[in-house]
Nanobody
Framework: QVQLVESGGGLVQAGGSLRLSCAAS????????MAWYRQPPGKQRDMVAS???????DYADFVQGRFTISRDNAKKTVYLQMNSLKPEDTAVYYC??????????WGQGTQVTVSS
């Protein structure tokens, strides 16, 4: 079983920065893909960034160059550094872990609100 606890969301002005953290419990963290997704009000959930066990990263076009995903395997934690935030980045951000043998787990979500 995996539990994910996100933190770091909040209210920020456009152009500001936030750092999200996601602490995982359970086994298999080091060999699992970790990712951040987001869901704006009334819209679908989309992937923001992912990081594989070897450190390779992928980013959605809409955050390329502004957001950085990283992981600390010793702490079983994944981070999302968000810079140059825009009002359209307002959403609930979810942490995701994908274990090779049993699939996806999700955190409860953390609200990020960017004011103009």
């Amino acid at each position: 079983q995996v539990q994910l606890v996100e933190s770091g969301g909040g209210l920020v002005q456009a152009g500001g920065s936030l750092r999200l953290s996601c602490a995982a419990s359970g086994n298999g963290f080091t060999i699992s893909r970790m990712a951040w997704y987001r869901q704006p009000p009334g819209k679908q959930r989309d992937m923001v960034a992912s990081i594989r066990s070897g450190g390779n990263t992928d980013y959605a076009d809409f955050v390329q160059g502004r957001f950085t995903i990283s992981r600390d395997n010793a702490k079983k934690t994944v981070y999302l550094q968000m810079n140059s935030l825009k009002p359209e980045d307002t959403a609930v951000y979810y942490c995701n872990v994908r274990r090779p043998w049993d699939g996806d787990y999700w955190g409860q979500g953390t609200q990020v609100t960017v004011s103009s």
